[in-house]
């Protein structure tokens, strides 16, 4: 009955590859986000959909590429992995507005080498 | 954006003592939440707290809206407490979170 699930938990990569994150909610949740946490643990927000539609779209390489065909999933694509794409990446979901709380994924661990 | 400090960024505790965490922040918010990420690097929902005061057993925070910051507080603490302790917050013009830094904290036995 996990809440904010992503697969898969660990992912390594060569340089170059295409990979793909899924991420699904069963909280019946509006919005969804991806977060990228750096290797100082530091967290940012990447991308928001709020019921299968962009709005929050940071300053991101367009090698990432989010795509949500549900409300309740919100997948990453990430073309031509580069060495700086190394990063745990988490999924999270809240009903949509700004006071709202928000659920996380555990977490992506994703290895570039 | 809006800025979110953390403080202290690191600390030590012996098992049993109590702590309190601070996070401020540099514009008004809507929501303040604050996580505990656990060694395994899940980030586990601590409190939703915009305003006011909230208890969870050992754990409780309050947030002062107008003075912009917000406190956690740890009592007993417990070796399984250690991780990062991270404060999140949406602005007025924004949906998701900022969050700041984090502490750092190890409780040893």
């Known amino acids: 009955d996990t809440a904010v699930s992503q697969t898969p938990k660990y992912l390594v990569t060569q340089m170059g590859n295409d990979k793909s994150i899924k991420c699904e909610q069963n909280?019946?949740?509006?919005?969804m986000y991806w977060y990228k946490q750096d290797s100082k643990k530091f967290l940012k927000i990447m991308f928001s959909y709020n019921n299968k539609e962009l709005i929050i779209n940071e300053t991101v390489p367009n090698r990432f590429s989010p795509k949500s065909p549900d409300k309740a999933h919100l997948n990453l694509h990430i073309n031509s992995l580069e060495l700086g794409d190394s990063a745990v990446y988490f999924c999270?979901?809240?009903?949509?507005?700004?006071?709202?709380?928000?659920?996380f994924g555990q977490g992506t661990r994703l290895t570039v080498v | 954006g809006i800025q979110v400090e953390q403080s202290p960024p690191d600390l030590i505790l012996q098992e049993g003592a109590n702590s309190t965490l601070r996070c401020n922040f540099s514009?008004?918010?809507?929501?303040l939440q604050w996580f505990h990420q656990n060694p395994w690097g899940q980030l586990i929902n601590l409190f939703y707290?915009?305003?006011g005061t909230k208890q969870n057993g050992r754990l409780s925070a309050t947030t002062v809206a107008t003075e912009r910051y917000s406190l956690l507080y740890i009592s007993s603490s417990q070796t399984t407490d250690s991780g990062v302790y991270f404060c999140?917050?949406?602005?007025?013009?924004?949906?998701?979170?900022?969050f700041g830094k984090g502490t750092s904290l190890l409780v040893t036995p």
């Open positions: 999270a979901s809240s009903p949509f507005g700004m006071n709202t709380e928000a659920f």
């Open positions: 707290i915009p305003s």
């Open positions: 514009d008004s918010v809507n929501n």
């Open positions: 999140a917050v949406n602005s007025y013009s924004g949906y998701a979170l900022n």
């Open positions: 909280l019946g949740h509006d919005t």
